[in-house]
């Protein structure tokens, strides 16, 4: 009679505990979904700005230099 009673008493005390374990996540993910998404309204730009992320590099090759001319002749 007492294993039963232990048994009723274990389930619904894990049955408890399970609801505020699960609200305690939802709750902490819903925040780190919020703190995302706000950092990165802070990087948006209005619309029509324009931004620069990267300078280009100043040790670009040139494109006039791209290899020899070789002269040739067609072989009969």
Do not use: A, C, H
């Amino acid at each position: 009679m007492k294993f039963i009673l232990y048994l009723v008493l274990f389930y619904f005390g894990f049955k408890f505990l399970s609801r505020l374990f699960y609200l305690y996540l939802v709750n902490k993910v819903k925040q780190k979904q919020t703190d995302f998404y706000n950092s990165k309204d802070i990087n948006k730009n209005k619309e029509g700005e324009v931004s620069i992320n990267k300078m280009p590099n100043k040790d670009s090759k040139n494109s006039d230099k791209l290899g020899d001319y070789v002269d040739y002749e067609e072989i009969d």
